[in-house]
C-alpha cells in the first residue's frame, strides 16, 4: 500500500500542507517582535557611523536616536520630499529604478548641544556582494565630501573574507576620512584596491584591500560609486 | 568514517520512562558514542560556529531541539512514511523544525541570528540529524527515538561548548563570554590568532577526538 503512487502523492501533499501552515502561524505569530529588532537594528547601524555605540544600551541608542536623527526623502536633484515618508521609500526597490528617478532617503543627524545644526547626513546604499546582497550606511561630515564613517551589513558573504566587512572592524574605519568627492564634487568616490596591506592615508579615495575577498570588494566599490552619484547633487547644494 | 548502528530496542510491556536502556541513549552520545569525537557527523558547523562561547550554546540549543522534534515526528510517522520518498519526508520535518529555530531566533535574540545566519539554515545538512532519523527514528518508538535526539544534540552541544570556549579564551587573549551580560577577562595573555579562524578549531576538535578516544580505547574499525 506505502509504495502505490497514489499514496505517495496524497502523503507528500498533506505532509506540505500541515508543515506550511505550521509555519505560516509561528512567522505569523514573530513578525512584530522581528519588525521591532530590524528597526532597532537599523537605529544602531545608523548611530555606528558616527559613534561608538558598543558602550550603549538599547535604551540610550533608542534615546539617541529619536533626539538626534532626523529622517528625510530627497530625489535625485536634491529637493526634499516633504510628502514622502521614510517607510514610502525601499532603498532595495529604488535601485531597481535609474538613478535619476530614484527617491533617496538620507538621514540629518542634529548636532548633540545645538539641535538646529546638522553635524553629519547618513545616506543608506545596497548593492550585491558575491554571493547575496550587501548593504551599507555611510556618513558624512556636513562639508558633504568627507565621509566621517560607514558600516557595513550583508546576507551570506563568506565568513572570515568576504564577511569582514561586517565582522572586522578595521575594515570599517579605513574609510574613515576619506573623501567621497572630489573637489568639484565628482563623485569618484572610495575604491577598495585588490590585496592587502598596502598604505593608502595618503590617497583620499582609496583605501587597503581584503586579501581573498576581491569579489566583495568589487561589490562594495561599484555600490559606493553608483551612490555617490546618486547623492551628488544633494551633497553639492549643502556648499 | 561514521560508525552509525541502528539500535533496536525490543517491546516490552509498559517500560518504565526513564529505563536504564532509555537513560543510555540520553547519556552514550554525550561520551563513548559521541557524534562528533566517535561518528564524526556535523564537523562543519562545528568549525564555523565556534569561535565564541555564547553562538556555541544557541547552536547547540537550536540542533538539540531540531534532533529531538524531527527524530519525535518521524518516529510516529514511521509506519505511514512511504519508503521510496522517506528522505525527502525527513527533509521536510527537518527544515520545518530548522526554519521554527530561525524565526524564533530572529524574533528573541536577533544579534545571534545575524551571526549564526547561514549555519542555522545549515542545520537541515547536518549529518547527526539525518543519520539519527535513518539510523534511529525509523525503527524505533517515539519516546525513545526523542531521547535519542536529546542525547545525540546534548553530545553535539557539548563539543561545540568546549571548543568554543577554548577557541574564545585563547583567541581573545583571556575573556569569555564576550557580548554577553556575563562577559568577564582573567589573566589576559597576547591573543593567538589561529584560534579565531577555522583551523583553530580543526586542531582543537582534533585534539578533543584523540583525547577522548584515548580515554575509552575506542578505535576505527580497520578492515
Known amino acids: 500500500m506505502r509504495n502505490k503512487n497514489s499514496y505517495i502523492i496524497i502523503y507528500t501533499v498533506a505532509l506540505c500542507v500541515i508543515a506550511a501552515s505550521v509555519l505560516a502561524v509561528v512567522k505569523q505569530s514573530l513578525t512584530e517582535r522581528q519588525d521591532e529588532n530590524i528597526a532597532y537594528d537599523n537605529k544602531k547601524k545608523i548611530l555606528n557611523t558616527v559613534m561608538d555605540i558598543t558602550v550603549l544600551s538599547k535604551a540610550q541608542v533608542d534615546e539617541i536616536y529619536a533626539n538626534r536623527v532626523r529622517p528625510m526623502i530627497i530625489d535625485f536633484k536634491g529637493v526634499i520630499q516633504t510628502d514622502l515618508k521614510l517607510k514610502d521609500v525601499d532603498v532595495v526597490k529604488q535601485k531597481a529604478l535609474k538613478v535619476e528617478e530614484r527617491m533617496l532617503p538620507i538621514y540629518r543627524i542634529l548636532d548633540e548641544k545645538d539641535s538646529t545644526k546638522n553635524s553629519y547626513y547618513v545616506f543608506p546604499t545596497s548593492g550585491s556582494g558575491l554571493w547575496d546582497k550587501i548593504s551599507s550606511f555611510v556618513a558624512m561630515e556636513s562639508d558633504g565630501k568627507t565621509i566621517k564613517g560607514v558600516s557595513f551589513s550583508h546576507v551570506g558573504e563568506t565568513p572570515g573574507l568576504g564577511a569582514r566587512i561586517k565582522s572586522d572592524a578595521k575594515i570599517r574605519l579605513r574609510y574613515e576620512n576619506k573623501k567621497m568627492y572630489a573637489d568639484e564634487f565628482e563623485p569618484v568616490a572610495v575604491y577598495m584596491v585588490k590585496s592587502e596591506g598596502g598604505d593608502y592615508s595618503d590617497d583620499p579615495h582609496t583605501v587597503d584591500g581584503m586579501s581573498g575577498a576581491t569579489l566583495t570588494a568589487n561589490g562594495v566599490n561599484d555600490m559606493l560609486k553608483e551612490y555617490s552619484l546618486a547623492y551628488q547633487n544633494f551633497f553639492k547644494s549643502l556648499n | ?223
Open chain 2, 1 to 223: 568514517m561514521s560508525t552509525e548502528t541502528a539500535v533496536v530496542i525490543e517491546k516490552k510491556e509498559r517500560e518504565p520512562l526513564f529505563s536504564k536502556k532509555n537513560r543510555k541513549l540520553l547519556v552514550d552520545p554525550i561520551d563513548s558514542d559521541n557524534p562528533i569525537t566517535v561518528q564524526v557527523l556535523g564537523i562543519c558547523s562545528a568549525l564555523a560556529v565556534t569561535v565564541q562561547t555564547w553562538p556555541s550554546i544557541v547552536m547547540s540549543i537550536g540542533v538539540i531541539f531540531v534532533a529531538a522534534f524531527s527524530n519525535l515526528i518521524i518516529s510516529l510517522l514511521r509506519n505511514t512514511i512511504p519508503p521510496r520518498i522517506r528522505i525527502i519526508v525527513q527533509l521536510v520535518v527537518v527544515s520545518l523544525f530548522v526554519q521554527i529555530v530561525s524565526e524564533i531566533l530572529k524574533a528573541y535574540i536577533y544579534d545571534i541570528y545575524l551571526e549564526l545566519s547561514v549555519f542555522i539554515g545549515l542545520i537541515i545538512t547536518n549529518c547527526i540529524i539525518m543519520g539519527r532519523l535513518e539510523a534511529f527514528a525509523l525503527a524505533n518508538k517515539p519516546w525513545p527515538s526523542f531521547l535519542d535526539g536529546i542525547g545525540n544534540g546534548l553530545g553535539y552541544g557539548a563539543i561545540l561548548i568546549a571548543v568554543g570556549l577554548i577557541r574564545e579564551y585563547f583567541g581573545t587573549g583571556g575573556t569569555l563570554f564576550s557580548g554577553t551580560p556575563i562577559e568577564f577577562t582573567m589573566f589576559t595573555f597576547p591573543s593567538v590568532g589561529i584560534m579565531a579562524m577555522p583551523a583553530g578549531a580543526c586542531i582543537i576538535v582534533g585534539l578533543l577526538i584523540w583525547a577522548q578516544r584515548a580515554r575509552n580505547g575506542y578505535a576505527e574499525e580497520s578492515n
